[in-house]
C-alpha cells in the first residue's frame, strides 16, 4: 500500500528516487534486511511512477480522441 507521501511525489521525484534504489541495490555492501527494505521502496516507487505515467496516457489518449471526433463532425 502507497503512502500518502508517495501519493504526493511528482513522477520525477519518484523516477529519480527509484534509481537512487536500483544504484544501492547494484552496487551491493548492503545488509539483507537493508537489500529488502531498498527492494520494497523500489517496488512502491514504481507504483507512483506507473500510476503518473497511466495518467498522462489517459490524458493523452482523451485529447486525442477529442481531436478525432472534431475532425470527423468538421470542427476544429
Same mark, same amino acid.
Given at each position: ?5 508517495? &501519493?504526493? !511525489? ?5 523516477r529519480? =528516487? *527509484?534509481?537512487e %534504489?536500483? @544504484? #544501492?541495490?547494484?552496487? +551491493?555492501?548492503t545488509?539483507l534486511e &537493508?537489500? !529488502? ?6 517496488? =512502491? *516507487?514504481?507504483? %507512483?511512477? @506507473? #500510476?503518473?505515467?497511466? +495518467?498522462a ?9 477529442e481531436?478525432?471526433a472534431? =475532425? ?5
Amino acid at each position: 500500500m502507497t503512502s500518502k507521501v508517495d &501519493e504526493a !511525489l511528482g513522477y520525477e521525484q519518484a523516477r529519480d =528516487e *527509484l534509481i537512487e %534504489v536500483v @544504484r #544501492r541495490l547494484e552496487a +551491493g555492501g548492503t545488509t539483507l534486511e &537493508e537489500s !529488502l527494505a531498498l527492494w520494497e521502496r523500489g517496488e =512502491e *516507487l514504481a507504483k %507512483v511512477c @506507473r #500510476r503518473w505515467l497511466d +495518467g498522462a496516457r489517459a490524458r493523452l489518449d482523451a485529447a486525442l480522441a477529442e481531436e478525432e471526433a472534431a =475532425e470527423e463532425t468538421g470542427g476544429e
